[in-house]
């Protein structure tokens, strides 16, 4: 069997461990070791990668970004932010049809730019959503969809822990990439609340009433959000000005939520301590993926598999774009059966040399970056994507009343939603690329 043979085969291979339930960074790692075995036909170079690539994986500048971040979410959470956030939007919109979902929506928003995690805004936003959405007699259906889809906000809208493992991967700028889903994730936001309008049109019973707020109670919810809007003021504007890098804005940001959530109450010595412990065991689990990813790309790279693919491609003859929308297609696939974050480190070492080679009428710099923002978009798809949208089984373990099957079928919109976003952002770049553009 030829090596690239043995590359083809490691794909299937993989993917048999991870449905067989077998960790994602464990089946990369496992698949790596066994094909670089059968590719080299000695344990020299494995035993030489393993010496080294743990070191050169985790001594990595850019990565300490993400414990960071994710630290950042941990004294958000315990804040309070997310029940400000919710607030506020609540009593801008609440009263309105479908307003206290859209209002849900927005607050997801809001965290998602403070948290950089899809799960955590999904979980954080729901503790905080879901009692009130049933209490205005939204339909769980409703109320679970609407949860799920904007907590995928977390991931698209910066600070992105997945944003900062694709911009490793590929080379580029993490400040640039932040930057290009700035637009992109506020029409995110817009689509999520705009298919809330239709959907409460088509079926009225999905939705409550709820009185409309006063000026003084619209007041006092705006500003109870002041700490988010100084905190992503801080970190975001920082980076822009060039006063600080993305790692050390991450640090800000984590010392600023924590200071906010020290003065509010909500952080005391054992919720500190619980923070650090679950940013630790986040970090761990996402560092293990990452080394299991290294070690498979590695392996991919001997067998040049990713070099053989981008040739082969690139010789059918085929329109860039239908190449565009098979990867795209194979991303909503990928969606069902596997988290982002494993998407995103298994598969861009395969894909990005292929559509790389092809000519999409943009320097390379800018493709790359567009790329990013759609792979993200889709990915982000997959997060509520039946069967094994990792947001939908969040929502709906706190919302246990509602059947799963009600879940899915309320999610069909917002899905809709994605895929038409996708389609305006892959149809015309400039949307994704102006600011970048304008910036820089």
Known sequence: MSSLEIGLWSIPVLLLLIFVRMPIGLAMFLTGIVGTRLVTGTWIPIMAQLKSVI??????????IVPLFLLMGQFATRGGMSRALFRAAETMVGHRR?????AAVAACGGFGAICG?????????????????????????LSTACLAAGGTLGILIPPSVVLVIYAILTEQNIAKLFLAAFVPGFLAALGYMLTVSLYVRFDPKSAGAQEKASWAERREALVAVWPVLVIFLLVI???????????EGAAVGAAGTGLVALFNGGLDWK??????LSTASSTGMI????????????????SQLPQQSAQYVAGLGWSPWLVLVLILVCYLIFGCIMDSLSMILLTIPIFF????????GLPLEEFAIWFGIIVLIVVEVGLITPPVGMNLFVINSMARQVPLGQTFRGVAPFIASDIVRVAILVMFPSITLFLIRWLY
């Open 353 to 360: 040399p292929i559509v790389s080679a092809l000519d999409y």
């Open 55 to 64: 070191y050169d994986t985790f001594s990595s500048y850019s990565l300490s």
């Open 117 to 141: 995690s899809s799960l955590a805004t999904a979980a954080t936003m729901g503790q905080v959503a879901l009692p009130e959405l049933k209490r205005c007699g939204y339909s769980g259906s």
């Open 98 to 102: 479908g307003g206290v979902a859209m």
């Open 237 to 247: 504007g920082g980076i822009y000005a060039g006063i600080f890098t993305p790692t």
């Open 271 to 276: 919720g500190f301590r619980e923070s650090i």
């Open 287 to 302: 560092f293990f993926i990452v080394l299991g990813a290294s070690v498979f790309n590695s392996f991919l790279a001997f």
